[in-house]
C-alpha cells in the first residue's frame, strides 16, 4: 500500500460529510496527502543548539510569522512587543490604517526601547534611558543635548528605526525581517481561500492564554498537530470524538486536519447510542438530566449542530443555516508554517508556538480565543502568562474546559523533552498519515534550512 493510502479502517470523514444535515462546505471535501517520505525525524531539531540557532538564521529571520492581532494596537501609538528566539520587535500603529514594526533597541546606547505593550504615550518612541525618541515612522525625533551629537545626523539614514516588514490576513498583524521576502499573501496561498467564509476580521479576541513549557517549541507543537494521542492522553473525550476519523491534508505552506465532534472514537470497546455521545459531548453527570433527548432517527451530531447554531442565531440570523453540521460540530485545525494555528468555523482556538529566549529546551504555547460578537467590536482580552509550573485550570480559568485538557497534554511534554535527551535513537518515527501535519512541517523545515 503506498504511504498516502493508509486510513483507518471503517467510517471515513467522508462517510461523515455525507450524512450532513446541511450543505457541505466544499473546503471540508478537500484531500490533499501528499507523500512525505517515511523516514525519521532527527532527535537533534529538539534538543540541540545548533539546530535551534540555525532555525534563527535560516527560518525566523526570513519567514512570516504572526505577531499580534489588528485589535490589539487599535489607536496611534499602541504597541505590542513580539519576541522570537532573542530578537525582540515593536509592532505599532504609526498612523491610522497603518501598522509598523521596527526592531525594538534604541539606537544610542541599545537599550530595549519597549518593554511593555500598550500605548507609547504621545506621538514618539522615547527611550527611557536617555530620553532619545523617535516618530512613529522611525524617523529620529529628539536628541537629547544635541550640543554633544554634532557627529549625529537626524536625516540620516543609519538614525532611521530599522524597521521590520509587517502585513495583514483575517486581523492578525504578521511581521517579517527579510526585506526580500514574498508577499503574505503569496505565502499564504489558498489558506485565505479557505477561511473566506469563516472570517477571523470579524471575530474579537475574547482570550489570551501565554504558557512557558520545558520543552522545545516543535515538541508543543506537534502535540497539538494530530488526534493520534487522544485516546491515550485524553481517554474521557473519547464517547464524542471521533479521533481516529481525523482527516488529515498538506498544502504548500500550511496543512489542516479535521477530527469530527459528536460521533464516537473507533478506540472505544462498546458501542454507545446517540444519546452517550450528546451527553458525554455535553459533560452530562449521572446526577443531572440531559440537555436534550436525541430525537430518533436523528444524531448527536445533527443535535449538537443544531444547538450551536441556535446559539450564533442572535449574532448572525440566518446565516446560520449556510454552515454545515460539520462546520459547527467538528474541530478543523489548520497550521502555517511554522508556528500559527488558527482554527476553522466557529471553534475559538488559535495557538501560536516558538521557542522561550535562546534556549531550544523552553517553550512558548499560546492559545488565542477568537469569537463573533454583536455591534461594537469589545476590547480585545488582555494576556494572561503562566509559568512551566502553573496549572492551566487554576491560572487560565477564562479557557473555560479546554484548560482541563491542556492539563492533560502539558503533563507529557517536559518528560518528551526529557526522553529526548536520553534517548539512544537518533531520530524519532511518525505514523505516515495521523502524523502527517508533523512531517510537513520538518518537510518545510528542511526546505528553510537548505535555501541559500
Ligand atoms: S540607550 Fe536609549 S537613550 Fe540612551
Ligand atoms: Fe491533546
Request: proline share 7%; charged share 25%; with cysteine.
Amino acid at each position: 500500500m503506498a504511504i498516502t493510502d493508509a486510513r483507518s479502517p471503517g467510517l471515513t470523514y467522508h462517510d461523515l460529510l455525507d450524512a450532513d444535515t446541511h450543505g457541505v462546505n466544499p473546503t471540508l471535501r478537500l484531500d490533499s496527502v501528499q507523500d512525505l517520505g517515511d523516514h525519521d525525524i532527527p532527535v537533534e531539531r529538539y534538543i540541540s543548539r545548533e539546530f535551534h540557532d540555525l532555525e534563527v538564521e535560516k527560518i525566523w529571520k526570513r519567514v512570516w510569522q504572526m505577531a499580534c492581532r489588528e485589535e490589539d494596537i487599535p489607536n496611534v501609538g499602541d504597541t505590542v512587543r513580539y519576541d522570537i528566539a532573542d530578537i525582540s520587535i515593536v509592532v505599532l500603529r504609526s498612523a491610522p490604517g497603518e501598522i509598523k514594526a521596527f526592531y525594538n533597541a534604541c539606537l544610542h546606547r541599545g537599550r530595549l526601547l519597549r518593554e511593555e505593550d500598550g500605548y507609547c504615550g504621545g506621538d514618539t518612541l522615547r527611550c527611557p534611558f536617555h530620553g532619545f525618541a523617535w516618530h512613529l515612522d522611525g524617523s529620529l525625533a529628539e536628541v537629547p543635548a544635541a550640543w554633544d551629537f554634532p557627529h549625529v545626523d537626524p536625516e540620516a539614514d543609519k538614525w532611521q528605526l530599522p524597521e521590520v516588514m509587517t502585513s495583514t490576513w483575517g486581523g492578525w498583524v504578521f511581521v517579517n525581517m527579510d526585506p526580500g521576502a514574498e508577499p503574505l499573501a503569496d505565502f499564504i496561498g489558498d489558506l485565505a481561500v479557505h477561511f473566506d467564509k469563516w472570517a477571523q476580521q470579524d471575530k474579537y479576541k475574547s482570550a489570551h492564554v501565554a504558557r512557558v513549557f520545558r520543552c522545545n517549541w516543535k515538541v508543543v507543537q506537534e502535540a497539538f498537530s494530530e488526534a493520534f494521542h487522544v485516546s491515550a492522553t485524553h481517554p474521557q473525550i473519547l464517547v464524542s470524538i471521533g479521533d481516529q476519523n481525523t482527516k488529515y491534508d498538506t498544502w504548500e505552506n500550511f496543512s489542516r486536519a479535521i477530527s469530527p465532534g459528536a460521533t464516537p472514537s473507533p478506540h472505544l470497546t462498546w458501542e454507545p447510542t446517540e444519546q452517550d455521545v450528546f451527553d458525554a459531548l455535553t459533560d452530562r453527570r449521572v446526577d443531572q438530566e440531559p440537555v436534550m433527548e436525541v430525537p430518533p432517527g436523528s444524531t448527536a451530531r445533527a443535535v449538537a449542530a443544531s444547538l450551536a447554531r441556535d446559539k450564533l442565531r442572535s449574532i448572525l440570523g440566518d446565516e446560520v443555516e449556510t454552515y454545515c453540521d460539520a462546520e459547527m460540530t467538528d474541530s478543523i485545525y489548520y497550521t502555517l508554517f511554522p508556528n500559527f494555528h488558527p482554527w476553522a468555523a466557529f471553534n475559538r482556538i488559535n495557538y501560536r508556538f516558538r521557542p522561550y529566549g535562546n534556549d531550544p529546551d523552553m517553550s512558548i504555547m499560546e492559545c488565542v480565543y477568537l469569537d463573533p460578537f454583536e455591534g461594537e467590536r469589545p476590547p480585545p482580552a488582555k494576556i494572561t502568562w503562566l509559568g512551566p509550573d502553573d496549572s492551566w485550570v487554576e491560572k487560565a480559568p477564562e479557557l473555560g474546559n479546554l484548560a482541563r485538557v491542556f492539563e492533560q497534554d502539558t503533563f507529557n511534554l517536559p518528560k518528551v523533552q526529557a526522553g529526548l535527551h536520553t534517548t539512544q535513537r537518533s531520530g524519532v518515527t511518525l505514523a505516515n498519515y495521523q502524523e502527517s501535519k508533523i512531517r510537513h512541517i520538518h518537510s518545510l523545515i528542511d526546505r528553510w534550512i537548505a535555501k541559500p
